[in-house]
């Protein structure tokens, strides 16, 4: 078992301007010998994403490239140490919140680049589609979200 510490986002100033630059990079803790060491980087570079494990893969979704919102997502084997494509969430978001339960992978919330979402989502890696969810009762962003029993809260 270890812990994984993907992506991100950090401030370029230069002359007195400012960029924000999307890391594509992985590390990874391995508690045992109480280590971090590199992984394989992301396919894409993005911050603001959901992550959540299924099995024996880790998925990021969604997210902020460099230049725009995403409904992407990648898949990391935690076997083979490596990253692949998984199926594209419904829309794009960022800001959003992700976790597993039972066996699938659920987003919910976020930002769409004009308001705060209420929309939620279900991607199941055996038949490797997302199925539109009901509404939350409430537009959330910069959120968590968690499993407990068998119900989600965000």
Known sequence: DKLFACGGSGSNSQHGGSTQTRFAIVEQYDPQANR???AASMRTPRSSF???????????????????KLSTVER???????WCSAAPMRRERCALAACALDGALYACGGFDG????????????????WTELAPMGTRRFSHALAALGDCLYA
């Open 50 to 68: 959901g992550a959540g494990a299924v099995g024996d893969a880790l998925f990021v979704c969604g997210g902020w490239s460099t230049t725009s």
């Open 36 to 38: 971090w060491s590199a």
């Open 76 to 82: 990391f084997d935690l076997r083979s140490g490596a």
């Open 114 to 129: 004009f308001r705060n979402l209420t929309t939620a989502e279900r991607f199941d890696p055996r038949e490797g589609r």
